[in-house]
Nanobody, 115 residues
């Protein structure tokens, strides 16, 4: 059974930083591309960052330069380091992977950026 369990998030002020974590089980983590998505109120879920098995990364225009996705394969864990957060980053963040024609999602983590 594939499980993605998230931690991190919370309430921060503009300009501050946060780190999200996603621990995977039930898959051979080191070979799987992993993704971070987010969904703001009233908006569609959007892809924020991707990290491939090789460690190569890709970012959305809104996250590039401020967010860093990384992975620790021995710990089956993916991270999202978010710097210089602004109110537009307020959303529920989800980790994701795709395996055997199915998407798997973490439980979601609320990130709120407000002064």
């Amino acid at each position: 059974q594939v499980r993605l369990v998230q931690s991190g998030g919370g309430l921060v002020q503009p300009g501050e930083s946060l780190r999200l974590s996603c621990v995977a089980s039930g898959i051979n983590f080191k070979i799987h591309p992993m993704n971070w998505y987010r969904q703001a109120p009233g908006k569609q879920r959007e892809l924020v960052a991707t990290i491939n098995a090789s460690g190569s990364t890709d970012y959305s225009a809104s996250s590039k330069g401020r967010f860093t996705v990384s992975r620790d394969n021995p710990r089956n864990t993916m991270y999202l380091h978010m710097n210089n957060l602004n109110p537009e980053d307020t959303a529920v963040y989800y980790c994701n992977t795709y395996w055997r024609e199915r998407n798997y999602w973490g439980q979601g983590t609320q990130v709120t950026v407000s002064s």
